[in-house]
């Protein structure tokens, strides 16, 4: 308004500054970046959340122990449960990494070497060639010999294989080569994909951080099986000249994974683990020895090392060791692997997530010997040096008359320097047999009917045995310097008096009792 009263229009009036334009525009896009960086952290944690652990918790430490890792074991589950990276490293001192995989063929064993090689540098890597003689590369089409689609359980287990590992260009590579459906490759580059709709059945493992689903392992990649399963049927073996009659592409993968180990001045040894292998299975590891001499590598064929493992006692299935032929067998290994100069990392700064494995391998045994799930496997455990026990099968049992419980407790005696001579005597009768096994004393002592165990001195203290036919039998302990009580039977009649076998364990460190088993004998109509 003027000084007249009238209007005009105002010709000053101040513009929105374009500063503060700019500043609002920039908040908006901060904001809407802040935004969409929540958006890409809800979908991460989702996906870590809803993804399958398995390839974490078997090979998630690996990336913490790459940079130290001398000895690197690659193949299929014959590796991942009959090498055991605790004895390589309690008894030889060798820093490895079991980064086999389940079902894996040799494709994939070398692409899994070839993404492992992106983050260790290993003195040795050591290939069994398991299933070298299959033609397919491709895992989602994977059939077996009767025409059994295995597609969907095969890419299950490259997916333990290779989930752990970040998407890089190797990666990429890996997926290309080994499937061929476009969706399934997809599944390997974004896992979401696979696992968004496991929201109904997550668990409370997938809650757990990372550092406790690695530490679920412990073992360095392997994982050991306990149970004890004699074979139901044992092949003769074959002549090693016996070979397969044509090349396969298994052999063209093995040969790349030996190059590129070569080409880096790594080196390899080639390892068939043992097993009850039928003929065609044997000749296609005799065919190895072809691979190895033409690339000037060492083969361990196991198969024909005689008396390295026990098939009655050493096997959970007819396929696998269990840990206590993965024991034998990594010993045979450790040796070579220190004959061709691994070296001793034993007490060494930087390699306590190995000892700290190794110590806890130890504790482990005696831990599976309490909750053996079966006489068999009970008696197997008795085997390991850090195990003592006292087995007593009760008279008229039908275990005093099955070859694979003699069979086990005659290794389980030869490994104390005894044996067990009376168990035939006490089958005769159908009468109470006692062996008593003493590991930290490296001694061993049988009791049965007729031949009365009356003092017989142990680390766990004195054992008396007596029997008395359809009548009693009394298993005592006493200190060195005490006395027997003649109602201080360690058999349990209250609740057992009728079960077959009954196995007591004791720590060989300290002598305490640390279990007591009992077995009821199931009779079979393929009773040995």
């Known amino acids: 308004m003027t000084d007249n009263g009238s209007l005009e229009k105002r010709t000053d009036t101040k513009k929105y500054p374009e500063n503060k334009r700019t500043a609002y525009g920039f908040k908006a896009v901060i904001g809407a970046a802040v935004l969409l960086a929540l958006i890409l952290a809800a979908l991460s944690a989702a996906a870590r959340l809803t993804e399958r652990k398995e390839s974490l918790i078997k090979n998630g430490t690996f990336f913490d122990v790459a940079d130290r890792t001398d000895v690197l074991l690659l193949g299929s589950s014959h590796v991942v449960n009959g090498i055991d990276p605790a004895v390589l490293f309690e008894d030889y001192g060798i820093a490895a990494f079991n980064m086999a995989g389940h079902g894996s063929i040799l494709p994939v064993t070398y692409w899994t070497l070839v993404n492992a090689l992106d983050y260790c540098d290993p003195y040795c890597v050591v290939i069994d060639p398991f ?3 299959e033609e397919y590369h491709f895992v989602d089409e994977v059939t077996d010999t009767r025409g059994t689609d295995l597609a969907e359980n095969a890419v299950g287990q490259l997916h333990t294989v290779l989930d752990v590992f970040p998407y890089t260009k190797n990666k990429e590579a890996a997926i290309k080569d080994l499937l061929l459906d476009p969706e399934t490759r997809n599944e390997f580059r974004a896992d979401f994909i696979r696992y968004h709709s496991r929201w109904s059945s997550l668990t ?30 044992h092949y003769d073996l074959v002549p090693p000249e016996e070979k397969m009659s044509s ?15 070569q080409e880096r001045g790594i080196l390899v040894l080639l390892v068939n683990i043992p097993y009850e292998a039928d003929p065609d299975y044997q000749r296609a590891a005799n065919s190895v ?19 390295l493992i026990d098939t009655e006692t050493d096997l959970s299935s007819i396929t696998h060791l269990n840990a206590l032929g993965a024991k034998k067998v990594t010993a045979f290994i450790g040796s070579a692997l220190q004959s061709i100069g691994t070296l001793d990392r034993r007490s060494q700064a930087g390699y306590e997530e190995w000892e700290k494995m190794a110590a806890a391998y130890r504790g482990e045994i005696m831990e599976h010997a309490v909750d053996a799930p079966d006489l068999y496997s009970a008696l197997s455990m008795l085997q390991f040096d850090e195990v003592s026990g006292i087995v007593f099968i009760n008279d008229g049992s039908p275990a005093l008359h099955d070859g694979n419980v003699k069979h086990m407790l005659e290794a389980a005696a030869a490994g104390k320097g005894g044996e067990c ?25 049988e009791a049965y009917e007729g031949k009365t165990l009356e003092e017989f001195n142990t680390s766990f203290g004195v054992v008396r045995f007596n029997t008395v036919p359809g009548i009693y ?6 200190e060195t310097d005490g006395e027997f009580s003649d109602g201080d039977n360690r058999l349990e009649y209250d609740e057992h008096q009728n079960d077959d076998v009954q196995v007591i364990l004791f720590d060989p460190s300290d002598g305490s009792e640390t279990g007591h088993l009992y077995f009821r004998y199931r009779i079979t109509a393929d009773l040995p």
């Open 131 to 133: 299933l070298i003689e």
């Open 247 to 261: 090349e396969s592409t298994g052999m063209e993968y093995l040969r790349r994974a030996v190059s590129l180990c």
């Open 289 to 307: 020895q072809d691979i190895a001499d033409e690339m000037q590598v060492p083969y361990l064929n196991l198969m024909y090392a005689p008396g």
């Open 421 to 445: 001579a009376g168990f035939e005597a006490a089958a005769e009768k159908d009468g109470a047999y006692c062996l008593v096994l003493d590991s930290a004393a490296g001694t061993s002592f």
């Open 204 to 233: 409370a493992q997938d809650y757990m951080d990372t550092a406790k689903l690695k530490a679920q392992n412990g073992r360095m990649g392997a994982e050991m099986r306990w149970n004890t399963e004699s074979p139901a049927q």
């Open 473 to 478: 039998n009394l298993v005592q302990i006493r």
